[in-house]
């Protein structure tokens, strides 16, 4: 089944490329079926580029999707065109009436910020308590998912001694997980994060199950059940090129860097890097999206309640 999208938005002909399916608007309006209503709360610098990586893979699930691109009311990106926001985005003031059958909350190359140092973490926060009375389930990303942690349950995070970048391995802990169906018993996603959150950490009273751990790189994905809350603290949305290019681009601004991990062959940067984690995103947001399909109330308006 296809996602919606605006027709003119970039993102519609990268996936169009690729063969996700699309469907224009006054088609979707026809359909005598309700389709998910998806909220993309976008704090990455490239914003196009975060659009596609998320849309390729809510649109390659057979459900039909509709999704709302959301910025910050109170900060203006300042990499991402005027042009694009105002014809793409929504502030969130503008959709907070509004009830949303997920919510994904994507990173920001914030983390070593405090949280309250964030010109925008009061909206933030605002956010995600509105999440819990609009917002079927929440799908955080990255610094999202720390942020979100650390709203909810007061979790810090830690800084490393050094970044921790490349393509890590995975263990899958608990198999019988509605979001972990069809995944292998280890897996490998990009990791790309100074900080992290640390199991001991976690609230003693079992509410918040960890689904992903990695020996080298520590929590992966967690889960609140009862909220229906998400939290993968990396990259497994990236694109094939991803990390090479945040690895240049620190390269030429002088920061302090190394070859990320296990991404090149033979660590050798002038190689084609080879996607070893494209079928395992798939599967967790076609997953997530199942869940929510499954659970989610027919009447839109009845969400929270």
Same mark, same amino acid.
């Given at each position: 089944?296809?996602?919606?999208?605006?027709?003119?938005?970039?993102?519609?002909?990268?996936?169009?490329?690729?063969?996700?399916?699309?469907?224009?608007?006054?088609?979707?309006?026809?359909?005598?079926?309700?389709?998910?209503?998806?909220?993309?709360?976008?704090?990455?610098?490239?914003?196009?580029?975060?659009?596609?990586?998320?849309?390729?893979?809510?649109?390659?699930?057979?459900?039909?999707?509709?999704?709302?691109?959301?910025?910050?009311?109170?900060?203006?990106?300042?990499?991402?065109?005027?042009?694009?926001?105002?014809?793409?985005?929504?502030?969130?003031?503008?959709?907070?009436?509004?009830?949303?059958?997920?919510?994904?909350?994507?990173?920001?190359?914030?983390?070593?910020?405090?949280?309250?140092?964030?010109?925008?973490?009061?909206?933030?926060?605002? /956010?995600?308590?509105?999440?819990?009375?609009?917002?079927?389930? #929440?799908?955080? &990303?990255?610094?999202? *998912?720390?942020?979100? %942690? @650390?709203?909810?349950?007061?979790?810090?995070?830690?800084?490393?001694?050094?970044?921790?970048?490349?393509?890590?391995?995975?263990?899958?802990?608990?198999?019988?997980?509605?979001?972990?169906?069809?995944?292998?018993?280890?897996?490998?996603?990009?990791?790309?994060?100074?900080?992290?959150?640390?199991?001991?950490?976690?609230?003693?009273?079992?509410? /918040?199950?960890?689904?992903?751990?990695?020996?080298?790189?520590? #929590?992966?994905? &967690?889960?609140?059940? *009862?909220?229906?809350? %998400? @939290?993968?603290?990396?990259?497994?949305?990236?694109?094939?090129?991803?990390?090479?290019?945040?690895?240049?681009?620190?390269?030429?601004?002088?920061?302090?860097?190394?070859?990320?991990?296990?991404?090149?062959?033979?660590?050798?940067?002038?190689?084609?890097?080879?996607?070893?984690?494209?079928?395992?995103?798939?599967?967790?947001?076609?997953?997530?999206?199942?869940?929510?399909?499954?659970?989610?109330?027919?009447?839109?308006?009845?969400?929270?309640?």
């Amino acid at each position: 089944m296809p996602i919606r999208i605006p027709a003119n938005l970039p993102a519609a002909k990268v996936l169009a490329r690729e063969g996700v399916m699309l469907m224009a608007e006054d088609e979707a309006d026809v359909q005598d079926i309700r389709p998910l209503r998806v909220g993309l709360l976008n704090l990455m610098p490239d914003k196009v580029r975060t659009e596609s990586q998320i849309a390729r893979l809510v649109g390659a699930t057979p459900l039909q999707v509709e999704l709302d691109l959301i910025k910050m009311s109170s900060h203006t990106p300042k990499t991402a065109s005027l042009d694009h926001m105002l014809s793409f985005y929504r502030p969130w003031d503008e959709v907070k009436d509004q009830k949303y059958d997920g919510l994904i909350v994507t990173g920001a190359p914030i983390e070593l910020m405090p949280f309250e140092e964030v010109t925008y973490w009061d909206e933030l926060s605002a /956010i995600f308590d509105w999440a819990d009375t609009h917002v079927h389930s #929440l799908f955080s &990303v990255c610094w999202g *998912a720390q942020a979100a %942690l @650390y709203h909810y349950h007061g979790v810090p995070k830690h800084t490393l001694d050094a970044k921790a970048f490349g393509v890590f391995r995975h263990r899958n802990l608990a198999p019988a997980s509605p979001y972990l169906r069809g995944f292998s018993d280890d897996f490998s996603i990009p990791v790309s994060r100074w900080t992290e959150v640390r199991r001991e950490d976690l609230p003693a009273n079992g509410d /918040i199950k960890v689904l992903m751990e990695g020996a080298e790189t520590g #929590l992966c994905m &967690v889960v609140e059940e *009862a909220k229906r809350r %998400l @939290y993968m603290f990396n990259h497994v949305e990236y694109d094939s090129t991803s990390l090479g290019e945040e690895y240049r681009r620190d390269v030429e601004k002088g920061s302090p860097i190394g070859v990320p991990e296990n991404y090149f062959p033979g660590d050798d940067p002038t190689r084609e890097p080879e996607n070893r984690w494209r079928s395992h995103a798939h599967l967790l947001f076609g997953n997530w999206l199942n869940e929510v399909y499954q659970s989610t109330p027919f009447d839109v308006q009845k969400i929270g309640e």
